[in-house]
């Protein structure tokens, strides 16, 4: 594969379709057989039934876990599905421990919505799931494929299919370990400090050095001779106090850098499964450790898992199945007392350690608050979450082709969260020592919480086939209930500050409390039908009742139809058997509710709370809020999809490609329903009165083959989508609020024209410090421009640029510059195996995405505070700002560009302007795309000829494996493009395991 397409001149659009039309042509003159096909009769699993890939009419995509997982030093299921499956988002933080988000398709409202996640047809955790004991996962993405789950599918259906032993297997034991090491990845890289000196300078602050009450001069010239190791006097961290008692920092560091150090990451997983003719078990078992990348083990991660799995054919009509999984999940993290560990604003030359006794004048040596510090010293916050799950299956069989199935299943989840901030003292760079917590008193915080949910599941499934024809029905009903309760507690001042309490408190105590419960149950049905496999039809429907919504609204009917043809089958394309082995045509549209909305908001409720208010010797007076304004008549948004699909097969199943088109429409959806005048003093009423449409399409293309030993794997997905308001209560279009026609993640902006150079000024009044623009030359509303200014187009030509009246009719000089969506989602994977090796690599990313990055993390001194500027850092892509070649009003050259094409405006002036060269513009509007090399794997499994000797080793495999290897971004370096800010760092992860099956 010529893989010199990625370097084409076009855009990114047609180089992906020009590589994906050359990936097609290389497949195509393959010449040999494969070595795995892709199997149409593989059996996929949809809702509360398994159907063969061939036969399916919505759009779902299925991924088996070993294939997405494979051997990468990861513990969790989100970071290991992402970019393997079209149409479905994953993003997060990535610190150890933290559950990823998921999508399905884009935005489902305004309101929000998810993904309905199934753990063997019941909903559960994924993050508190073991990768390892997941056979595969599938993804239910048109309204006809989820529809028969009701109430809560209108995101989408994840389901997740644990692993099950088959009958007649011998007794089978598992182990496999994973030791890895982690390190951050493109962390912030400040200027050199000469490059921070000129900058201070060229700003015009203080020419007192703030930090140590000294002189910029005096400090260029102790960093002088502390360079060339001439300056006695200095301590280890770099702090020096000159004879006048001035204390400078002369020690040039990475204060970022230095709070950061090798995290470890450990995994050991073990299993034993078999079965017999009529019983069948397994049982697993694992522990997950990860410490991340910050100084100390406070940033820390473990889970311990246990999964039980038992099946027994009692007799030849009834089978019993029961399943339990516990898992017990530990996570600590750095709690903020002092100082955010992730700040951005710390310059490299603050020391590190303890300040000198003999600097502060203290009887001993204090803590400085540096990110470093902050990681050691500052106490952890820890939270620990038991989530004990067990399902019950009876399977009857009364006759052939009808089964009937009862599924029940309690799930419970116990958080519990507790963290003390304990005392300190700390000085900080500018050298005012300060007792920790600010507000005097130490606190404690232990917050607990319970959630327990029951599901229950009846359905019967017949099938039927006679002459071509072939009818399989499902008829259910489904029940399911949620209790929620939580008490968080907050106390001050502890007694004994060695083992905090709450009753151990002497200061002010806070308790709040709250419940929420649910419950949906409804009926569903599925009919489908296909003649002779050729003509296939799916219809799906659901009766659901919710009670989220008001009694008389509570229920409605969803229901869904899918179509197939498999042209590839009809006798006039018998020319293109020997190519093509399956051509299938699908079409589907349905319509389902979504609940996606807190309970109890058709009731006025009332707070009660206490007041800061006495009365005599009464206390403090509890109070009661006023109720808000309710419309008691609301009902589900209703989500319809319409999808188009396109399945091909071809080349003995080497080449497999799956395209879908398809348009959602969110009617319905949960809005103010008037605008009421401020005196009201309350918000409107929600209603069903708001619109969305959400237009979108995905490809996927897989390859399989061998030449000779050698095997090689390729796959590519891509995603897009777009959504749009076509219906909102917003009379007057304000740009703060939703209005028709609106695209989700538009960014309205100002038009760059360059900068204000002293040919716009008038120049005899400029060289006497009055800076008044010619004629025609548009003025900033609020400033006074000057040269090295951002200098904007006038859009609205009243010469003035301003915002207007914010409205889409009277938008000033803004207009849409981008759109932080992200586009062309896509994930691509490669590999290769040959006698008993195997390596792999998978690549992901998004080819579109435009963001508003914007103040420190791209502009000198970035801040909208002018007295807390000269505070902050300046970074390495900061360094090109306009500058003059003179500043000296008697000069030829006075306020002459020396670089009119710097990057940055002008920072002269103490930033005076800096609140309007930093608005939104397309000058420094972000490209936010990117390519992550995902992982890149490299496994040897031995032979089995070796292994024979043993008597006791089926399988034995080595690895090694590194995760986030590599990330292209135009971003600063230190923002990720999944974060786009700087906050725990994202980590590339290299570790060695082994897998053994006895």
């Not at 007794?171 to 951050?184: A, H, P, Q, T, V």
């Not at 019993?320 to 750095?334: G, M, R």
Request: charged share 20%; glycine share 8%.
């Amino acid at each position: 594969m010529n893989v010199t397409c990625l370097q084409t001149n076009q855009p990114l659009m047609k180089k992906l379709l020009f590589c994906i039309a050359l990936f097609i042509a290389f497949s195509a003159n393959a010449q040999n057989a494969p070595t795995d096909t892709l199997d149409l009769e593989d059996l996929v699993f949809v809702g509360f039934s398994k159907e063969k890939k061939v036969n399916l009419t919505g759009s779902v995509s299925q991924v088996n876990m070993q294939q997405v997982l494979g051997d990468r030093p990861i513990n969790s299921i989100g970071a290991a599905l992402q970019g393997a499956i079209p149409g479905l988002s994953i993003s997060g933080v990535s610190s150890p421990g933290q559950p990823k988000n998921f999508n399905i398709r884009g935005t489902l409202s305004i309101n929000g919505g998810v993904p309905l996640i199934l753990i063997d047809n019941i909903e559960g955790d994924i993050n508190s799931l073991n990768p390892e004991d997941i056979e595969s996962i599938s993804v239910l993405k048109d309204a006809a494929s989820s529809a028969i789950y009701g109430a809560r599918a209108a995101g989408g259906v994840i389901l997740v299919t644990t692993k099950h032993p088959e009958k007649n297997q011998p007794l089978r034991l598992e182990y496999g370990f994973n030791l890895g090491f982690e390190r951050s990845i493109a962390n912030p890289q400040q200027a050199s400090l000469d490059d921070y000196i000129a900058a201070y300078k060229e700003a015009g602050f203080s020419s007192l050095y703030w930090a140590g009450n000294g002189s910029i001069s005096r400090w260029q010239e102790l960093l002088g001779q502390y360079r060339q190791g001439s300056l006695s006097g200095v301590y280890d961290n770099g702090v020096y106090k000159d004879a006048d008692g001035a204390v400078y920092y002369l020690k040039e560091g990475d204060v970022l850098g230095n709070a950061l150090e090798s995290g470890f990451m450990s995994s050991h997983n073990i299993s034993a499964a078999g079965g017999s003719e009529h019983i069948r078990y397994r049982i697993s078992g694992s522990y997950n450790y990860e410490n991340g990348p910050m100084v100390s083990s406070k940033d820390a991660f473990s889970r311990k898992s246990l999964n039980a799995f038992i099946s027994s054919d009692v007799n030849d009509w009834f089978t019993q199945e029961a399943s339990i999984i516990y898992t017990s999940q530990n996570k600590s993290e750095i709690l903020t007392v002092f100082r955010d560990p992730y700040s951005i604003r710390l310059i490299n030359w603050y020391p590190e350690g303890y300040m000198p006794k003999e600097i502060t004048g203290t009887a001993e040596d204090l803590l400085i608050d540096s990110p470093r510090n902050a990681c050691l010293y500052q106490p952890a916050a820890k939270s620990v979450t038991s989530t004990p799950r067990i399902a019950l299956k009876s399977i009857i069989t009364p006759m052939k082709n009808l089964t009937l199935t009862a599924e029940y299943t309690y799930l419970q989840k116990d958080y519990r969260y507790n963290s003390y901030t304990g005392q300190a003292k700390v000085v900080d760079p500018q050298l005012s020592i300060r007792n920790l917590p600010a507000t005097g008193m130490d606190k404690y915080v232990y917050n607990v919480s319970s959630d327990k949910y029951n599901a229950l599941n009846l359905y019967g499934q017949y099938s039927l086939r006679a002459k071509g024809h072939n009818i399989n029905t499902i008829i259910g009903f489904n029940q399911e209930s949620e209790s929620y309760k939580y008490l968080n507690n907050t106390v001050l001042g502890q007694t004994v500050i060695t083992v905090p309490s709450i009753q151990g408190a002497s200061g002010t105590k806070t308790s709040t409390e709250g419940s929420e419960e649910y419950s949906v149950r409804g009926v569903f049905g599925r009919l489908a039908y296909n003649f002779e496999g050729r003509y296939l039809l799916e219809m799906n429907a659901r009766y659901d009742g919710s009670s989220k919504f008001p009694k008389d609204n509570r229920f409605g009917l969803f229901p869904s139809v899918s179509a197939a043809w498999r042209l590839g089958d009809e006798s006039f394309m018998n020319w293109s058997r020997s190519v093509v082995n399956d051509l299938k045509l699908r079409a589907s549209w349905g319509s389902i509710g979504n609940q996606s909305i807190a309970p109890y908001g058709f009731i006025a409720g009332m707070n009660v709370s206490e007041s800061k208010v006495w009365i005599d010797k009464a206390g403090l007076v509890n109070v009661i809020s006023t109720p808000g304004l309710i419309r008691a008549n609301y009902t589900w948004e209703t989500v319809k999809t319409l999808n188009f699909g396109l399945d091909l097969s071809a080349f003995s199943n080497r080449l497999s490609l799956v395209f879908d088109k398809y348009i959602r429409n969110t009617e319905g959806m949960l809005s103010d329903g008037i605008e009421l005048p401020g005196v009201v003093g309350a918000t409107a009423p929600l209603q069903n009165v708001s619109n969305m449409r959400t237009d979108g399409w995905e490809l996927s293309i897989n390859w399989r083959d061998n030449a000779g030993d050698l095997g090689y794997r390729l796959g590519f997905n891509l995603y897009d989508h777009k959504s749009r308001i076509t219906k909102y209560n917003n009379a007057s279009n304000n740009l703060n609020y939703y209005y028709e026609g609106k695209m989700l993640g538009e960014i309205w902006g100002y038009v760059s024209d360059g900068y204000y150079s002293i040919d716009d000024f008038d120049a005899e009044k400029a060289q006497n410090g009055i800076w008044e623009l010619k004629e025609g030359i548009p003025s900033l509303e609020g400033y006074i421009a000057k040269p090295g200014d951002v200098k904007f187009v006038d859009l609205d030509g009243n010469g003035t640029i301003n915002s207007g009246s914010n409205t889409l009719d009277e938008a000033g000089d803004r207009k849409i510059i981008g759109n932080s969506t992200p586009r062309f989602e896509f994930g691509a994977s490669f590999g290769l195996s040959w006698k008993g090796f195997d390596f792999s690599m998978i690549l992901q990313g998004v080819g579109k995405r435009d963001y508003n990055l914007n103040t420190a993390a791209l502009f000198t001194f970035g801040s909208y505070d002018q007295n807390e500027r000269q505070f902050f850092s300046v970074y390495s892509n900061q360094t090109d700002y306009w500058t003059a070649k003179s500043y000296d009003p008697q000069s030829p050259e006075y306020m002459v560009a020396a670089n009119p094409d710097a990057k940055l405006p002008r920072i002269y002036g103490q930033l005076e302007n800096a609140t309007s060269n930093m608005r939104v513009s397309d000058r420094y509007l972000q490209n936010a795309a990117y390519l992550r090399i995902k992982n890149a794997t490299l496994s040897y499994s031995f032979p089995k000829s070796l292994l024979v000797r043993t008597k006791a080793i089926n399988s034995l495999r080595v690895y090694a494996s590194c995760e986030n290897l590599a990330t292209f971004t135009s971003l600063p370096k230190g923002y990720d493009p999944e974060l786009l800010r700087w906050g725990y760092p994202f980590y590339r992860t290299c570790s060695f395991g082994v897998n053994i099956t006895f």
